[in-house]
């Protein structure tokens, strides 16, 4: 599944980043596969999403998202 496919207050951790100009980027921000996310917030036309990574948030564009692979966890409740 893709981030971009996830509502708000959906958990899941990161499977892999996808070939995208900003995935180094996103490495460097802590985005690694294994790591839990939770969507904080998605805008009324689906971009941008605000995501919950390590203790902040971060704000992307759908199509950054979409090149982020996910496996959901929909019955963890993230703190």
């Known amino acids: 599944m893709r981030l971009s496919e996830?509502?708000?207050?959906?958990?899941?951790v990161i499977k892999s980043l996808g070939e995208h100009p900003i995935s180094n980027k996103l490495l460097e921000m802590g985005c690694l596969p294994g790591e839990l996310l939770?969507?904080?917030?998605v805008a009324p036309f689906g971009?941008?999403?605000?995501?919950e990574v390590l203790g902040y948030e971060l704000a992307m564009r759908l199509d950054e998202a979409e090149a982020i692979e996910v496996e959901v966890r929909p019955n963890f409740v993230h703190p």
């Open 6 to 12: 996830l509502r708000a207050g959906q958990v899941a």
């Open 47 to 51: 971009d941008p999403i605000v995501i």
């Open 38 to 41: 939770r969507v904080r917030r």
